[in-house]
């Protein structure tokens, strides 16, 4: 029997029973047939009459925990009066230079917190989500914008890992020593509480390519200048002023800093965001009846594949960073100038290795959070998961007409490199038709439902009493 995590890496061919009870087993096969059944297990597994669902249930039992897929941990409790200005301040564009976008304009709860569309249109666009359109120098932002699940467990924010806090409690994050000790003392859910500072510093996203205001006018790296500047506005709001001293007790507002309101966004995502009530959580925590049969069948695949080899620990990712031979289209987040070219974590590091390398992604609700890849590259779930078999072929023959129009004629010819470096878990992996749908199937199992709508999140109005997208 060869469920080891040992037996399956060195493994070139992955290859796939369909007899009930060895649904998933992975077999080493030398690498002919990818499809031809395992008939030495499948025969003495099917012989010893396992082929019930109780048998499935103790298979996937055992292979969720020989593959390290643990329970989220508890999220930790947060102050009611800081969730509630977190969350008027994520839906307040009077935190962007021309109080035109918020954080929630790209992380819309219609959409399940991203937007809809392979890659966000910026400050200066008109209207949100799929409509969203270029207006106003506004621009397209180089990747998909994430789903805010479960944050507090997720050391490493961004998809190329630049917001990051370590085991030892320090952070690394763009602003280097920007970022104060007076600052960090302040974040209370580590990198989720950080990552709030960045996008306010960002042009494109939400300072504003253009226009004339106390925000656009700072250089841009001036991040102290432009946080106090925000600080500035909110402090003209008396609903603000009465927010933040209610959720910071015994501080005045004058001594509070920027990172007093991201450690409020980020309190907002965790208290409303943490999604630990998924069928597969149900299972986890010893209901055997949460899963449906398919489900488990793919969730024997998933745990024998290659799969949880990467999508593993609490929240399905190892928090680390791999290449997986995705396409690359947009503007691109390159180091370079005039390069359309995304380079991941080689971005953060600089290191070769890291080249085209991207965290993997967390998996819980993923039904619900297309477009896939970090520059949304599949509109379709199982699009991506096929993706995986033969992924340089696939990647070769990459279809991008199922792409915003805005993006035709951006795809970069970037193949080469990209599959130079793609991670060698990948070599040789072929995944069969009916196993991908198996995949996907399982993937629905990873829905909690209050995921399913989340439009009960959007207020009835902002404290700036601006306009807000909904
Ligand atoms: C213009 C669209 C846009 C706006 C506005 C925006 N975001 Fe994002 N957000 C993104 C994109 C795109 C990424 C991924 C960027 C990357 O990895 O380089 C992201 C990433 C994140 C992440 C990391 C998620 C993960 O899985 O690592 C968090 C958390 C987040 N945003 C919260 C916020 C908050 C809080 C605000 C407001 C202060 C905000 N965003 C404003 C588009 C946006
Ligand atoms: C080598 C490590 C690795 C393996 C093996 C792997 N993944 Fe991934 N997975 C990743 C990384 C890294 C990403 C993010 C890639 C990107 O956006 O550039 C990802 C992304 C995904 C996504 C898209 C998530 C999103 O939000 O866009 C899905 C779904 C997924 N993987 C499922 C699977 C399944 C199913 C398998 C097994 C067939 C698998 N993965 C095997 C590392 C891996």
């Known amino acids: 029997m060869n469920w080891t995590t040992d037996g399956v890496l060195t493994r070139r061919i992955i290859q796939v029973a369909t007899v009930a009870v060895a649904a998933a087993t992975i077999q080493g096969c030398g690498g002919d047939s990818p499809t031809a059944p395992s008939s030495a297990i499948a025969a003495s597994r099917a012989g010893a009459s396992l082929s019930t669902r109780h048998a499935l249930v103790e298979q996937v039992r055992a292979l969720a925990a020989q593959r390290g897929i643990v329970p989220l941990p508890p999220a930790p409790y947060v102050r009611p009066a800081l969730a509630r200005l977190g969350h008027d301040l994520a839906f307040d564009k009077v935190i962007s230079g021309n109080r035109d976008i918020a954080c929630m304009t790209c992380h819309l709860p219609e959409y399940a917190t ?104 700072l250089p841009d790296t001036a991040d102290q200048a432009i946080w106090a500047a925000i600080m500035r506005r909110l402090g003209r709001i008396p609903r603000y002023r009465e927010l933040f001293e209610r959720a910071y007790p015994g501080t005045p507002f004058n001594r509070l800093n920027f990172a007093h309101a991201t450690n409020a966004i980020a309190g907002f995502l965790v208290s409303n965001m943490t999604f630990d009530r998924t069928p597969w959580d149900r299972f986890l925590a010893g209901d055997d009846n949460a899963l449906s049969t398919d489900q488990l069948r793919g969730a024997a695949s998933f745990l024998s594949l290659k799969c949880s080899i990467c999508h593993t620990g609490s929240t399905f990712s190892d928090n680390k960073f ?92 970037n193949t080469d490199a990209v599959l130079a470096a793609r991670d060698t878990l990948l070599n040789g992996v072929v995944i069969p038709d009916s196993t991908i749908d198996r995949l996907t199937t399982y993937m629905t199992a990873l829905t909690d439902p209050r995921a399913r709508d989340l439009r009960r999140l959007v207020p009835d109005r902002v404290p700036s009493g601006l306009p807000f997208d909904r």
Do not use: C, W
């Not at 961004?158 to 920007?178: E, I, K, N």
């Open 322 to 413: 791999h290449d997986v031979a995705l396409a690359q289209f947009g503007p691109g987040e390159g180091v370079l100038p005039n390069v359309h070219d995304d380079f991941g974590r080689y971005n953060v590091t600089g290191k070769p290795s890291d080249l085209y390398a991207f965290r993997t992604s967390p998996l819980r609700n993923i039904e619900l959070t297309g477009p896939y890849g970090h520059a949304g590259e599949f509109k379709k779930l199982r699009d991506f998961i096929a993706h995986y078999s033969n992924s340089d072929v696939a990647l070769r023959t990459y279809n991008p007409q199922q792409i915003d129009p805005l993006l035709f004629g951006t795809l970069i010819d």
């Open 114 to 217: 991203g937007d809809g569309r392979s890659l966000p249109i910026g400050a200066g666009g008109r209207g949100f989500g799929p409509a969203r359109t270029l207006a106003r120098g506004a621009a397209i932002i180089p990747r998909n914008a994430p789903p805010l699940f479960n944050l507090y467990a997720m050391p490493a924010l961004f998809l190329d890992g630049r917001v990051a806090r370590d085991a030892d409690g320090s952070y690394h994050t763009p602003a280097g020593a920007q970022l104060t000790p007076a600052m960090t003392r302040v974040l209370e859910f580590g990198a989720a509480s950080a990552q709030g500072l960045f996008p306010p510093l960002s042009r494109a996203e939400m300072r504003g390519p253009v226009g004339d205001n106390d925000l656009t006018r």
